[in-house]
């Protein structure tokens, strides 16, 4: 073992037991019947972290998951629940709330895949993608959508899918929103920046609402992107992942999948390595090897990582040749409002309002907060400059859209064979004529709600606003997309769904079109771009996939 990996092990030896504690203090409140105390121990002991791994391991289930970010938790849990023998296994530790930091960038470099660095190439866009048990939802902002059927309609038309609706999937989301407790933000934990966002979109004339969000008892610390210390959140491992165990899944955290095992049209299970914590994944954390056989194997690795991985297996499910293309984001760029008065932004939740009233324009409004260092990267200037701009932060706001860019695609593919992604992708003329557009409105909402300047965050045109007329610079084609500061948090279609199996990669209950017994329960079987944050959307169509597994088991 490398010393990394002892660093690795000594730190997780110290949280071990907390993190034990952790789960079994949220198992204990899931269900009406209270556990008894022997239940309690076995349930403990079905999650293992990567203190105990100590020499190479085989083991058997019904079904095996891989990745326990929203669609994997959801899946085993569903499939455990209905009886069979699950294990769900994570690259990734356990986070407790010792673990979390507050300084964005630390906080990054333990949290996210490449310390939250990883890039497109083509058009330049940051993406984060989890490393964690629970994936996403850890370090999510909780925000819970669901689609219009306008997408939908889109989807089965294009697609030829013919139970991908609303009417189909609204009892999914009825009980994950159930499960999770999904409701809207309260006026309570709000904060000014996100009530200065309504009361802009009243003065405009533009419908808004408090963002549903899985939490149970936020306080509004708005530090969602760096784990939520008050554990109000329900990420999947609180949530989802404690109720797996619950229903007797085994829990294998620190297991990096790397080979899907197949014999013809069948999958026998999957094999790989133990990593140490906080090494990325990579080489140098890679220990003991493991293999898990199974009736049924369900990847949720998410969108990234779930076309490596079929690669790696002998470009497995391929058949279509859809296997990593079709890549898609929901690009999104914010920018940065002052206002004359305190606004306190630090307070409130992490995301609480937005408008979808431009959803059939291809794009949805939010309000954001980040850690200071992580927003600063919009700013402009250096030195004197950018420091009396940090002293500004107290009254400030910040605002973004999301695009829904349909036009814009990529590929996925396997950087120098090993399992990082290599993710090209090109924005569309048609979709930044989109993003210019929400710019604009969002610009336009922070002079409707009094404030006294904005920082546009786009090279090329004026770095600070201080009217409206101002603003329409934002509309115009001088914003183009090499000056926009965009991220790219929701990524899909790498698998995509299709009811013909010649043009994708699952059907519409997850299968494989070219495998009788392996599933894809992650955001890259989206046909195309959710419009809304696509969390619960992936739930649900894992929910109903695990339902359909679960009757052919
Ligand atoms: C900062 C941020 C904020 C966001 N905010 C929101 C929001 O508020 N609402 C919303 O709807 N969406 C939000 N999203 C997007 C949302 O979190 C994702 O769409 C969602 O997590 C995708 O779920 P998933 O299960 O498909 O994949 P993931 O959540 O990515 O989970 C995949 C899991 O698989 C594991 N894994 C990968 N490869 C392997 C392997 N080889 N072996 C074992 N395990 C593996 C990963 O470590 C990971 O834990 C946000 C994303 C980010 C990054
Ligand atoms: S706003 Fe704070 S308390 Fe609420 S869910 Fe996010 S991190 Fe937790």
């Not at 593919?413 to 003329?429: D, Q, T």
Request: hydrophobic letters at 40%.
């Amino acid at each position: 073992m490398t010393r990394d990996t002892h660093d690795g092990q000594a730190v997780h030896g110290q949280v071990q037991n907390e993190v034990q504690e952790k789960i079994g203090a949220s198992l204990s409140t899931l269900g009406s019947e209270t556990p008894s105390g022997d239940w309690l121990v076995a349930a403990r002991e079905r999650v293992r972290v990567f203190a105990q791994y100590d020499r190479a391991f085989e083991e058997q289930a019904d079904v095996v998951v891989v990745g326990s970010g929203p669609c994997g938790a959801v899946a085993a849990y569903e499939l455990a629940a209905a009886g069979h023998d699950v294990i769900l296994l994570e690259e990734g530790p356990p986070f407790t709330v010792r673990d979390f930091e507050l300084d964005g960038n630390l906080s990054m470099t333990r949290t996210m895949r490449e310390g939250g660095l990883r890039m497109t190439s083509g058009t330049v866009m940051p993406t984060m993608q989890a490393i964690a048990l629970g994936g996403g939802s850890l370090v999510n902002s909780a925000i819970c959508v669901r689609p219009p059927d306008s997408v939908f309609d889109q989807w089965a038309t294009e697609y030829e899918l013919e139970r991908t609706d609303r009417a189909h999937l609204d009892p999914h989301f009825d009980a994950i929103s159930e499960f999770l407790g999904i409701a809207p933000t309260p006026e309570s934990v709000q904060g000014r920046r996100n009530l200065l966002f309504r009361d802009a979109c009243d003065a405009m004339g533009i419908t808004s609402e408090p963002i549903s969000r899985n939490v149970k008892g936020c306080r509004g610390s708005g530090e969602c992107f760096t784990g939520c210390r008050s554990r109000a959140k329900q990420s999947m491992d609180v949530s989802y992942v404690p109720a797996a165990l619950r229903a007797g899944a085994r829990v294998l955290t620190s297991v990096q999948v790397q080979q899907i095992q197949h014999s013809g049209r069948h999958v026998t299970g999957v094999s790989g390595q133990v990593v140490a914590p906080f090494s990325g994944g990579s080489s140098r954390g890679r220990s003991h090897h493991f293999k898990i056989t199974a009736k049924a194997v369900v990847l949720a690795a998410g969108c990234t990582a779930t076309p490596i991985l079929l690669k790696h297996s002998d470009d497995l499910a391929n058949a279509s040749g859809q296997v990593g293309e079709n890549l898609r984001f929901h690009p999104g760029a914010a920018i940065a409002g002052v206002f004359p008065e305190a606004v306190d932004p630090q307070f409130g939740a992490t995301q609480g309002y937005q408008s979808l009233a431009y959803l059939e324009e291809g794009f949805k409004l939010e309000t954001l907060w980040a850690p200071p260092p992580l927003l600063s990267m919009r700013f402009p200037g250096y030195g004197a400059d950018l420091q009396a701009l940090f002293t500004e932060i107290p009254r400030m706001a910040v605002w973004d859209a999301i695009v829904s860019a349909n036009r814009s695609t990529g590929t996925v593919k396997a950087r120098w064979r090993s399992l990082e992604p290599s993710l090209r992708w090109n924005i569309h003329p048609e979709d930044v004529a989109i993003m210019r557009r929400s710019l604009h409105v969002i610009a336009q909402l922070f002079f409707a709600a009094g404030a006294k300047k904005i920082l546009p965050g786009v090279q090329g045109i004026a770095d600070v606003m201080t009217n409206v007329e101002e603003t329409w610079a934002l509309a115009s084609d001088a914003v183009k997309p090499k000056n926009l500061v965009m991220g790219g948090n929701h990524v899909f279609c790498t698998t995509r769904m299709h009811g013909d199996p010649r043009r994708g990669v699952v059907d519409e209950d997850g299968r494989c079109h070219d495998l009788e017994n392996l599933y894809i329960a992650d955001t890259g079987i989206f046909p195309q771009c959710p419009s809304v944050n696509p969390m619960l959307t992936g739930m649900a169509l894992a929910r109903r996939q695990a339902l359909a597994l679960s009757d052919r088991l």
